[in-house]
């Protein structure tokens, strides 16, 4: 087994079964910066799993950014489907001073990995906004790149094109938001039937990205979504459990969330606190 003092936060083995850490934003620990091309090229040498967000650009490409506007995390102004290349060029992360991430430039830098680094494109915009210029475009860049992608997304119509487009391509997808929604008006059954036609439907999803608060919720009144998805050969990412103190490891609260929910052994836990994760359960298996 792994000792403590090298835990590289990549994943935790209980009863068997590998449960991945994946780091949230490009993150290994919540103090990295955001979106951080360093930490990405760690995570390729050392096989790590990895999530970024992608938002479209106004020439059909994308820059790894979370919001709409460019406001929130970088030093620039307005909306960023309508900006092209040349308008971000001068633009830079408010953390670090740091350039953005186009696509153009993952492409280039996912050429030599660690055969178990695996990353995640979490699209943020549906493929109304996207279009087929912009499945276009990551099928150019992305189709014979060395590294294991995944493309995940809460538009199930992008998520087919990107079937289309790219088969080679893992595809995930992140019904949580809707399940919520559905779970308020037609009870616990109906979101198990809504899940049902999602893993059945035509995007052939290989991951499926549930919140975890939702797993739990479910598993209290009799529905193990994890279990379900398994039935049907599908995998489960757990997003996204962060420790508020990683340094103290898990409160009594977050144990028997973290605890609860490993018992259900999602393949996945999304979380911007890897190292922190994998120290904090160790400890805690080891008293």
């Known amino acids: 087994m792994t000792r403590l003092q090298d835990a590289q936060g990549l994943e935790i083995l209980h009863e068997g079964h590998r449960t991945r850490l994946k780091w949230h934003r490009l993150r290994k620990r919540f103090s990295d910066p955001l979106f951080s091309a360093e930490v990405m090229a760690e995570g390729f040498t050392v096989g790590a799993s990895m999530e970024l967000d992608m938002r479209v650009r106004g020439d059909g490409g994308f820059v790894v950014l979370h919001d709409k506007q460019l406001e929130g995390e970088t030093t620039g102004h307005g909306p960023i489907a309508g900006k092209s290349i040349a308008d971000l060029s001068d633009i830079r992360m408010q953390d670090g001073g740091r350039p953005l991430i186009l696509s153009e430039d993952l492409a280039a830098m996912m050429q030599s990995t660690h055969p178990a680094a695996l990353l995640q494109f979490d699209m943020k915009d549906d493929f109304e906004a996207i279009g087929a210029r912009g499945i276009r475009h990551l099928a150019e860049n992305f189709r014979d790149i060395a590294a294991a992608v995944i493309m995940s997304g809460g538009s199930l119509d992008l998520i087919v094109a990107v079937k289309e487009k790219l088969p080679e391509v893992l595809r995930g997808i992140d019904p949580s938001d809707k399940l919520y929604d559905i779970r308020k008006v037609g009870g616990w059954k109906a979101v198990e039937m809504e899940l049902r036609a999602d893993l059945r439907g035509p995007t052939e999803p290989d991951t499926i990205y549930l919140h975890w608060s939702l797993i739990l919720n479910a598993a209290k ?17 757990a997003w996204t459990f962060t420790l508020r103190d990683p340094e103290a490891g898990f409160s009594e609260e977050e144990w028997t969330n973290f605890s609860a929910l490993m018992a259900l052994k999602p393949d996945q836990i999304t979380t911007d606190e890897a190292l922190a994760t994998e120290r904090a359960w160790r400890q805690r298996m080891t008293g």
């Open 221 to 237: 009144e009799g529905l193990d979504m994890i279990g379900l998805c398994r039935d049907e050969g599908k995998r489960v990412d």
